[in-house]
């Protein structure tokens, strides 16, 4: 049995990740607490289906009093337990056209992509100590790797990018920092989602996004705290290839 806190989770990867951890048999996936600005019908409904499993919680990943309520909302509900993973999803897109010299928008973007994360795992991690399983996952992006950053050239998300590569040394740095402490910390790229980000181009619907995030996260250990993986759908292929196959992706 084990408890998951998942950020940003009102809508698109982050409401998958939620829908297939409440399809999981209760003896192995105990509490989840959705974590978002605010809910919405979808998440209502799943709320509304768990039988008390999902448990709503405010917050704003960018306030650091907001994470410390939410901390502390969920080590009341938890009842003297830790939690056991925090997957850090919530985050912000960017679109910047005409040229770098065009973007404005990288203080907002770190804001919620890099800082969010920082502040949310500082606001929890005294109940991740107390957890059982001590993982943290943070969604990251194959855009946000410096030796893969040709292949998405063509895309004006600027900030983004620089965002989801601070994110990979931000779990680099928490790695190193746990590294005593039992965790696993790793950074994961969701792959291209079907989302109000993604588009319906996407390769992947949130669930099977999800499905993939949580074959790594269950499937590493200590030994790989602090790597960068693509997620892992055996079987889902792309264009006659294997492209989220588990693979560490380069930083």
């Known amino acids: 049995m084990a408890s998951y806190l998942v950020t940003g989770s009102s809508r698109g990867i982050g409401l998958g990740y939620i829908t297939v951890l409440a399809s999981k048999d209760a003896s192995e996936v105990s509490k989840i607490f959705a974590a978002a600005r605010s809910e919405n019908p979808a998440l209502r409904k799943l709320i509304a289906e768990s039988a008390g499993r999902i448990e709503y919680i405010p917050l704003e ?10 901390a502390e909302r969920v080590e009341q ?4 337990k830790g939690l056991d993973v925090l997957i850090n ?3 912000v897109p960017s679109h910047t056209e005409g040229g770098l010299e ?3 928008d990288l203080n907002e973007v770190f804001n919620v992509n890099v800082f969010g994360v ?3 795992t500082r606001a929890f991690l005294p109940l991740l100590k107390k957890g059982s399983l001590k993982k943290i996952m943070n969604i990251s992006s194959s855009l946000g790797s410096m030796a893969m950053s040709a292949m998405g050239k063509f895309q004006p998300t600027p900030a983004y990018k620089v965002s989801k590569s601070a994110v990979n040394m931000l779990t680099v740095q928490w790695a190193e920092s746990l590294d005593k ?3 696993v910390v790793l950074a994961v790229c969701p792959g ?3 989302t109000d980000m993604g588009t319906e181009a996407g390769h992947l619907t949130p669930e099977e996004s999800a499905t993939g995030g949580l074959n790594i996260l269950f499937s590493r250990t200590e030994a790989d705290s602090g ?10 292929k792309v264009d006659g290839q294997a492209i989220y196959d588990g693979s560490i992706r380069p930083y």
């Open 89 to 91: 999803n919530a985050g």
């Open 61 to 70: 990943v960018t306030s650091e009093q907001s994470a410390k309520e939410a």
């Open 192 to 194: 291209w989602v079907k």
């Open 118 to 120: 920082h502040n949310v």
């Open 227 to 236: 790597k960068f993986f693509v997620i892992d759908l055996p079987g889902k």
């Open 102 to 104: 065009n973007m404005t």
């Open 181 to 183: 402490d039992g965790f």
């Open 77 to 80: 509900s938890l009842g003297g």
